[in-house]
């Protein structure tokens, strides 16, 4: 492509929503930690290596009747909380948090068989806050 040479109306996205296709035979809780898998498409967090946090789901898409990418799922990054392993502490704020299920979270990646969640914001007795970016 040239440079420009007139005004360009540029679409605008706000960085912090997204729209995914969901992956085949797939349902989507709202407010649950939602990824991409290696295809590229939505899916539940779960312990698994290779998968892409986009961050949280926020409506309910049942998909399991159907293929990749029939349905489409709006996501949120942010600051949200989620459930403790009981592996996080204080201690573990700045850190990164992995993805044990879509709404738990822990301090490690399980010798290798979780993905990264986001950064740990903070811990309170209702769980740990974190950041996806």
Known sequence: MAALTQDRN???RLGDEGNHPVAASTE??????????ASGNAAPGSTATGLKA???AEEHVDNGAGSAGDKSVQTRKGTFRFDNDGSIDRTHIGGKAYIV????VAAT????TRSEAGDIQDVDSDGVWVTFI
């Open 28 to 37: 989507i809780f709202a407010g649950g930690i939602t990824v991409l898998d």
């Open 101 to 104: 299920d879509d709404q738990t």
């Open 109 to 112: 990646d399980g010798t290798g």
């Open 54 to 56: 986009v961050g949280r």
């Open 10 to 12: 540029t679409p605008r």
